[in-house]
């Protein structure tokens, strides 16, 4: 701590153009990103393609959060939801969300295809994605929206996404190439375009990872036999 009290005065000013992140690094990717990855947005090429590493690291976080809660709270028995989830007849309630539900999810998967062209990607279309499923969970109750999402692929979407990142740079390295360089996906397409396939390969494994772990740690919270007394 008293390293890091030392040295914090000699660090750059927030924002400063004169940094050498701002004069070196950041130049290189504004410079370089379209012609790298044939993408459009920056930040997608930055977080799923110049650090990767970084964004994969960052789903394997999350999908330990929702392992962590799968072996705290979850019990065998899944009849045992707390009041929140207890389902209560609603003709409104129920004719709004089948509305909405594929409003947001077909909105959720443009989201996550279309981050190479304007802010999206799979963290965001995930959390979209898994927000129309906890919708149905809470208007519809537990047992009557598992037929549109069922408990039981929580955890196997979860892992599914980490798979298909961390599977991609397996690829790569199998290749021939370093670990998570798309530009060496034996697919026969321009660098270029092998890079911006693997950005979108990889933003889906993101994708899958963030929607199993946010249904999974709501399943879990609210299916652990300690629910919410009725009043």
């Given at each position: ?24 690094v950041s130049a290189h990717f504004v410079e370089n990103a379209y012609l790298d990855s044939h993408t459009p947005n920056i930040v997608t090429v930055i977080i799923a393609d110049y650090r990767g590493f970084d964004t994969l690291g960052e789903v394997v976080v999350v999908f ?168």
């Amino acid at each position: 701590m008293g390293l890091l009290l030392v040295a914090g005065p000699g660090l750059p000013a927030f924002g400063d153009p004169e940094s050498a992140a701002a004069g070196h690094v950041s130049a290189h990717f504004v410079e370089n990103a379209y012609l790298d990855s044939h993408t459009p947005n920056i930040v997608t090429v930055i977080i799923a393609d110049y650090r990767g590493f970084d964004t994969l690291g960052e789903v394997v976080v999350v999908f330990v959060a929702g392992l962590a809660c799968l072996f705290l709270l979850r019990r065998s028995n899944p009849q045992q939801t707390g009041h929140l989830l207890r389902r209560t007849d609603s003709i409104i309630v129920d004719l709004a969300t089948r509305v909405m539900t594929p409003i947001i999810q077909v909105f959720a998967l443009y989201v996550i295809f279309h981050g190479h062209y304007s802010p999206g990607g799979g963290f965001q279309g995930g959390a979209l994605f898994a927000g129309s499923i906890l919708l149905q969970r809470v208007s519809q109750g537990h047992e009557n929206s598992q037929h549109t999402f069922s408990r039981h692929l929580d955890t196997p979407f979860a892992i599914a996404g980490v798979l298909i990142f961390a599977g991609l740079g397996v690829v790569t390295l199998l290749a021939g190439g370093n670990y998570l360089q798309y530009d060496q996906l034996p697919l026969g397409l321009r660098m270029d375009m092998l890079r911006n396939l693997g950005i979108l390969v990889a933003e889906v494994g993101v994708a899958f990872a963030v929607v199993g772990t946010l249904v999974s740690i709501f399943d879990d919270l609210s299916c652990t036999g300690r629910g919410i007394p009725r009043d």
